[in-house]
């Protein structure tokens, strides 16, 4: 259970990770 | 060609974003409810999200295969843009895959790693695209698209050995058929429509920093044609 829990988790992260980096390069990218 | 974002490009991002994460959170909550299976027990629920991470994967190098033959077919940058922006998505896609499938198999096979056709190929598939990634960041001449393309286009061909590799080589764990249970397969089709509705709303937007990239480079082009008009004048 405890794999499975750490396996959403992770994928659940990357996400929020790159979602944190593609807009920081957005707003770079405007100026601002 | 005019780099700006189209209004109805924000508006269906908008729409995929709710509906991917609506849908997500409902293939969560569907896979926390779904039954156990009797021999690997609550580990095998990692299946909800590795499958569908894996044909995300293959979908989104598809993609930018495709992208990078209609770049070199029409040298339109739209082209290159939606490659290079899949590429990144599905290797996001990729490296869930990456560290999923370990932790399904310590306890599936008591073995984090083991140089199976499929994990082998997978991982050579990974390397591959980190490298398309590296060498195109490395680029900032003319040629930098054309490379990338050329690039994306080589290494689809590890994607069909990735998809056949159980069928070609001896000795993969990977199951070749899989029976399940009426509610496990609904719980895994979600999930893969919702992968899939995820890996459109991430394309879309990831493509905005490439519009945001083009505009830039033209507006640095058009300010420095106006200062060498001046000089010359």
């Given amino acids: 259970m405890t794999y499975a829990i750490i396996s959403y988790i992770v994928c659940v992260a990357l996400w929020i990770g790159w979602a944190f980096v593609t807009a920081s390069r957005e707003r770079k990218l405007r100026g601002e | ?233």
């Fill in chain 2, 1 to 233: 060609m005019n780099a700006t974002i189209p209004g109805w490009w924000n508006g269906l991002g908008k729409a995929l974003w709710l509906a991917a994460l609506a849908l997500v959170a409902t293939s969560f909550w569907l896979a926390a409810g779904a039954p156990i299976e009797v021999q690997m027990g609550p580990v095998q629920k990692i299946v909800y999200v590795h499958v569908p991470s894996a044909i995300a994967t293959l979908v989104a190098f598809g993609v930018t295969f495709a992208a990078s033959i209609a770049y070199l077919a029409t040298k339109d940058w739209r082209w290159d843009g939606v490659a290079a922006s899949s590429c990144e998505v599905g290797m996001v896609f990729a490296t869930v895959v990456m560290i999923t499938g370990p932790l399904w198999a310590r306890s599936a096979w008591n073995t984090w790693w083991t140089w199976e056709p499929r994990l082998t190929t997978f991982l050579i598939l990974w390397i591959l695209y980190a490298g398309y990634h590296v060498v195109r960041a490395s680029l900032r001449s003319e040629s930098r698209r054309t490379i990338s393309s050329v690039m994306g286009i080589v290494f689809f061909i590890n994607l069909p050995i990735v998809w056949k590799s159980i069928e070609w080589w001896r000795g993969s764990l990977h199951p070749k058929n899989v029976t399940m249970v009426p509610e496990m397969r609904v719980t895994l089709l979600i999930g893969m429509a919702a992968w899939m509705l995820f890996y459109g709303a991430a394309l879309l937007q990831r493509m905005r920093i490439e519009w945001r990239a083009e505009a830039l480079a033209q507006s640095d082009e058009g300010a420095l044609a106006g200062s060498e008009g001046r000089v010359r004048g």
